[in-house]
T-cell receptor
Framework: SQQGEEDPQALSIQEGENATMNCSYK?????LQWYRQNSGRGLVHLIL?????REKHSGRLRVTLDTSKKSSSLLITASRAADTASYFC?????????????FGAGTRLAVHP | DTAVSQTPKYLVTQMGNDKSIKCEQN?????MYWYKQDSKKFLKIMFS???????INETVPNRFSPKSPDKAHLNLHINSLELGDSAVYFC??????????????FGPGTRLTVL
């Protein structure tokens, strides 16, 4: 079954508002990554948080990780219309010297001007 | 300066045909992947190669055969196409090696439609 599940499936907000997306997973992980996918395009890496980290920032992005609850959240502050995209969390399982990413189904974010 | 490129971008074909999708990366990465994204947007790994060696094979039907002529290329050949193969296929690459903290770089995707 899918490792990561995002919540909500879809989110619609106004420009300037904050957007929060959540991700839950089932097994122990090495790290968790967030990716963005614009319509009709490939995925773009946003941020990686290691299993021993609790919070990480990158520009307007803030990611938290709670390994006890097996959950992560992505916060986008002061959203812009250009942030409209699907956002995926991916849990990284490192085994045998290789990294495997397991993706959730994504959250579709729509930011209205 | 396209980092990960795929051809073709769109592929429409009849059931039963054989088709190939090509992928190339110019990032100097050691590891390449193929993912399938279905209509519900689930992205699932299919294969991974490290330095031309198969390291991940996620129980994909043997109608799918990846081929890596060198570490910059990973092609996907699909035999006897079925309706359920319709999806968007993404190629990706990463630095590989022994570090688990590698981000993956994705190509633009190939939308396969089987009629």
């Amino acid at each position: 079954s899918q490792q990561g599940e995002e919540d909500p499936q879809a989110l619609s907000i106004q420009e300037g508002e904050n957007a929060t997306m959540n991700c839950s997973y089932k097994t122990s992980i090495n790290n968790l990554q967030w990716y963005r996918q614009n319509s009709g395009r490939g995925l773009v890496h946003l941020i990686l948080i290691r299993s021993n980290e609790r919070e990480k920032h990158s520009g307007r992005l803030r990611v938290t990780l709670d390994t006890s609850k097996k959950s992560s959240s992505l916060l986008i502050t002061a959203s812009r219309a250009a942030d409209t995209a699907s956002y995926f969390c991916a849990t990284a399982l490192f085994s045998g010297g290789y990294n495997k990413l397991i993706f959730g189904a994504g959250t579709r974010l729509a930011v209205h001007p | 300066d396209t980092a990960v490129s795929q051809t073709p971008k769109y592929l429409v074909t009849q059931m039963g045909n054989d088709k190939s999708i090509k992928c190339e990366q110019n990032l100097g990465h050691d590891t390449m992947y193929w993912y399938k994204q279905d209509s519900k947007k689930f992205l699932k790994i299919m294969f991974s190669y490290n330095n031309k060696e198969l390291i991940i094979n996620e129980t994909v039907p043997n109608r799918f055969s990846p081929k890596s002529p060198d570490k910059a290329h990973l092609n996907l050949h699909i035999n006897s196409l079925e309706l359920g193969d319709s999806a968007v296929y993404f190629c990706a690459s990463s630095q590989g090696g022994t570090s688990p903290y590698n981000e993956q770089f994705f190509g633009p995707g190939t939308r396969l439609t089987v009629l």
